[in-house]
C-alpha cells in the first residue's frame, strides 16, 4: 500500500511528530481461520490485553517525485510505502472495506498513533505512522 503524500502538511517533505495521540481507523482482514492480518502484506495482528501494539519502524518514502496530472495548478507529490497505514476518515475506511475482495472479511479497529511517533498525512483520508496501537474495538 503507498500512501500519496498531502503537501500541504508536509511541505519540505519531512514527516510531522505526533503531539498527541492521534485516532485512526486500522483496516485488518479477518482469515477464514479467524485470524487478523493486514492488508496487502497480510502480517498477522496478535491482541494482549485488548491491544496490539506494533514494534517501531522506519517509514520508507519513495524519493521520486511526481506532477498531479489534471491539476489547474500542478503540485508534486511524493509516496510513503514503507510504515503502518491507516484512516483519519471513517467514511474512506469503509469505502475499502466495501470494495476489497479477496475471500477474507474485513473490519475497522480503533487505533492511535502514538505520541511522539512520526507520521506522514495522505491526500485520500490516510495516514501512516512509524508505531501504531491497535485496540481490539471494531468500529464499523
Not at 502484506?41 to 518514502?61: A, P, T
Not at 467514511?91 to 511517533?117: C, D, L, M, Q
Amino acid at each position: 500500500m503507498c500512501l500519496v503524500v498531502d503537501n500541504k502538511f508536509h511541505p519540505t517533505g519531512k514527516p510531522l511528530t505526533a503531539g498527541e495521540n492521534i485516532i485512526v481507523g486500522k483496516v485488518l482482514a479477518i482469515s477464514y481461520t479467524g485470524r487478523y492480518l493486514t492488508p496487502y502484506r497480510f502480517k498477522e495482528v496478535r491482541f494482549h490485553n485488548d491491544e496490539c501494539k506494533l514494534k517501531k519502524v522506519s517509514l520508507g518514502v519513495k524519493t521520486e517525485y511526481f506532477m498531479e496530472a489534471f491539476a489547474s495548478s500542478p503540485k508534486l507529490f511524493f509516496e510513503v510505502e514503507e510504515g503502518y497505514h491507516a484512516y483519519t476518515s471513517l467514511p474512506i475506511a469503509r469505502n475499502f472495506v466495501r470494495h476489497s475482495a479477496n475471500g477474507n472479511t474485513w473490519k475497522i479497529f480503533e487505533a492511535y498513533i502514538p505520541k511522539g511517533a512520526e507520521y506522514y498525512v495522505g491526500v485520500a483520508g490516510d495516514i501512516v505512522s512509524s508505531e501504531m496501537v491497535i485496540t481490539n474495538k471494531m468500529i464499523n
